[in-house]
């Protein structure tokens, strides 16, 4: 059995034809017998478990389900089970279930599941699929921001969704018998690859992949991909060319898909134009902006007012709430610092099965991280640029902190050193904190040194700062207003500040943070000023 729409000989067709069949050759061949997902092995015996009691609860939906499905030509049956395994052999039945469609009231999404059962070891389907040998391409936040660094004025974009997305792939014959269906004692085999298989998402992926090399090699512009969403990114051209399919049309699109049998959701397109949806954020290719889309907001918002608005919340209303807000840090870079607090709240839930409906209390920093993100999304237009990083200037650029005296910074061929003093190692300041204050004065150095609309590397021998200003935020709150405080004064110069690790031994800020001149830099001839929020704990140091 073949898929409904993709057409295997067309496939191996165009694959030879653009020279990529080496590289997808396996697809043709996957469509015409089937995928293999994954699993450890054939099923031995027959096992099926009872189904959840979200469907058991919704008959009507699950058997509307199966009759489309029969009539769609992608469930076979129903069997008994005895006819069943005159047929394939012993099978599996994972439980089905029903899941709420928020956007659709009423609407639910019916889905089986693959892992269970959840105990250790499990005997589940997706316990035995390793997903990393089901690798593919994902088109991310940041290769969107890369694609619109250089597209040049009258670049234009579109969007298209796949139809059925997983649906379309067949699997093979000998994997079968791990997903039938069963529902009231009667049974069902599933000939296509099934939303929930821990391998589902690579499979399609690679059809997705190849698709995307296909578009490409035929002038298509540059494509990016999220599971069925494809984002199609176009640049006029300087003179019309025979080669290259019309600029800016969907029906080109659709031209190329039909021969291969792909499946495009028309209703779901958009037309290409300036600004565009994908990710679920908003991109206007001329502004170099990002923002997130106003019904998206509205949704957050609801969201974090009743979060704000209930006294004591539990683990799931934590967890969705801080996801979307990680979500929009992707697009308000400077809220990443307001996550931290409800990360360490969500943290602070147990996790033992019988708490799992535990509320709690939020802290005070929690809720202040709420109300940041309720005040910010509010605002108008709650983005930022995605233009290119301004040129990198090479000024050499070092910090490092020492329990043992201080601070010290290296910038081009200046030093400064400071001493630590008073109760500095205290309510929350470590030696992480130090390194962070240290980072913080040497980017007010370079800014005072008057380093602006530039990218710089900072080079520090703390891992812990390193991987939180990657990240974005710290779990320590000392550290975590510092690395805000960094960004703020990095947005106001318009500077990019990459911090890159550097083994103690080869750090020349080493020294002056234990009290020692360093060898080959001079003394720094200005001053950089301490931030007020150190001056208690951090004081010039003049070395001899």
């Known amino acids: 059995m073949v898929a409904p729409k993709l057409i295997p000989n067309a496939w191996e067709a165009t694959l030879r034809n653009l020279g990529l069949f ?18 450890a092995g054939p099923v031995k015996y027959t096992l099926v478990h009872s189904n959840h009691k979200s469907a058991q609860d919704r008959p009507q939906v699950i058997e509307d389900h199966i009759k489309t499905k029969l009539e769609y030509g992608r469930y076979s049956g129903p069997f008994t089970q005895s006819q069943l395994e005159q047929i394939i052999g012993p099978f599996h039945s994972s439980p089905l279930g029903t899941v709420d469609k928020p956007l ?31 690798p593919c391409e994902w088109g991310f936040f940041h290769d969107v921001v890369r694609a619109l660094h250089d597209t040049p004025p009258g670049t234009l974009a579109a969007t298209c969704n796949v139809d059925a997305v997983f649906r379309q792939i067949p699997i093979h014959p000998d994997d ?25 998402n690579g499979i399609f992926g690679r059809t997705g992949d190849a698709m995307s090399r296909i578009y490409s090699l035929c002038g298509f512009g540059t494509i990016l991909k999220w599971v069925d969403d494809f984002l199609f990114i176009q640049a006029p051209l300087d003179a019309p060319n025979k080669d290259i399919p019309p600029r800016f049309s969907l029906e080109a699109i659709y031209a190329l898909a039909d021969r291969l049998g792909w499946p495009w959701k028309l209703s779901k397109s958009v037309p290409f134009a300036n600004t565009f949806v994908y990710l679920g954020f908003e991109w206007d290719i001329a502004r170099k902006w990002v923002c997130i889309p106003a019904p998206k907001r509205d949704k957050y918002l609801r969201r974090l007012r009743d979060w704000l608005n209930t006294t004591r919340v539990s683990l799931v209303d934590t967890e969705k709430l801080t996801g979307t807000l990680i979500h929009c840090t992707l697009a308000v870079p400077l809220g990443r610092p307001h996550v931290a607090a409800l990360i360490a709240f969500e943290a602070s839930f147990p996790r033992e099965h019988k708490l799992r409906f535990l509320k709690k209390t939020p802290d005070l920093a929690a809720k202040q991280d709420a109300t940041w993100w309720l005040d910010t999304l509010s605002a108008a237009s709650c983005g930022s640029s995605v233009a290119k990083p301004p040129p990198v200037n090479p000024i050499y650029i070092a910090s490092d902190a020492s329990s043992s005296f201080g601070l010290g910074v290296v910038i081009g061929n200046l030093w400064w050193s400071w001493r630590l003093v008073g109760p500095w190692k205290s309510e929350g300041r470590d030696i992480g904190w130090a390194e962070a204050v240290a980072l ?29 200003w990657a990240a974005g935020r710290s779990r320590n709150p000392r550290q975590n207003a510092i690395l805000l405080s960094i960004m703020q004064k990095a947005a106001q110069a318009n500077l990019t500040i990459e911090v890159i690790y550097i083994a103690s031994t080869d750090n020349p800020a080493d020294n002056p943070s234990r009290g020692v001149r360093p060898r080959d830099f001079t003394p720094a001839n ?17 070395l001899e």
């Open 526 to 542: 200005f001053t950089v000023d301490i931030p007020f929020a150190h001056r208690a704990f951090v004081a010039i140091a003049i």
């Open 176 to 200: 079968r018998p791990h997903t039938v269906v069963g529902w009231n004692g009667q049974f069902y085999v599933d000939a296509f690859l099934p939303f929930g298989v821990a391998s589902a």
């Open 440 to 468: 913080e004065l040497a980017v007010d150095g370079v800014i005072k040194s008057g380093v602006r609309n530039a990218s710089i590397s900072c080079r520090c021998d703390n891992q812990g700062v390193v991987y939180a």
């Open 22 to 39: 080496d590289q997808f050759g396996d697809i043709p061949s996957g469509l015409r017998e089937g995928f293999r997902i994954g699993a």
């Open 104 to 134: 659709a009231p009423g609407k639910f999404r019916i889905v089986q599941d693959f892992s269970f059962p959840r105990s250790s070891p499990s005997s589940s389907l997706n316990a035995q699929i390793n997903s990393d040998n089901f």
